[in-house]
C-alpha cells in the first residue's frame, strides 16, 4: 500500500483479522525485526529499495505466525545481488523459525538454495515430474552456492528437466 509506512503495511493482516490487543504492536515489531528492518518502521514504499520493499512483504507474511507460507517468485523482480543476499536472509529465517514455505521458482540455483526438497512440474497440463531431495545444510550462506555439492543438485535438476523435455540440451 504505497500511502502506508511500513508499520502500517505490516500491521494490515493484523487489522484484517480484527486484532487491536497490545500485542499487535510487539508482533510488527518482532516481524520487522526479523526482516532487518528495525528503523524504517515509519517509511513509506516510495523511500524503500525494491529488496526493502521484498522485506516489507515478507515481514506482513510472518506477522500472522503462519504456519506455512506461499511464495511465487518472491525475489523474480530484483536484482541478482538483491535476489542472492535475500536468499541468504530466507535460508537463514527458515533455520531459525521452521516454518515450511512452498516456493515457486524459475531458477534452478534458487530452488538448490532454498529448498529442501525441489518438485520439477511438466507443461501443460502441470503434473509432478520428477521430486529431488536436497541435503544440504542449513542455514545456507552464498558461498554454498560454489561448493561441488550444490553443483551436482543444479545439474541434476537441468538434467531432469532434459529428460522430460522441459528443457534442451546444450
Known sequence: MPWASVRDNVRLPLKLQHRSDDSVGREVDEALAMVGLNGFESAYPRELSGGMKMRVSIARALVTRPALLLMDEPFAALDEQTRMYLGEELSVLLATTNKTIVLVTHSLSEAVFLSDRV?????????????????????RRLSMREASSFGRYVAQIRETFQSFGLLKED
Open 119 to 139: 518438485i520439477v512440474m511438466s507443461p501443460r497440463p502441470g503434473h509432478i515430474a520428477a521430486g529431488i531431495t536436497i541435503d544440504l545444510p542449513r542455514p
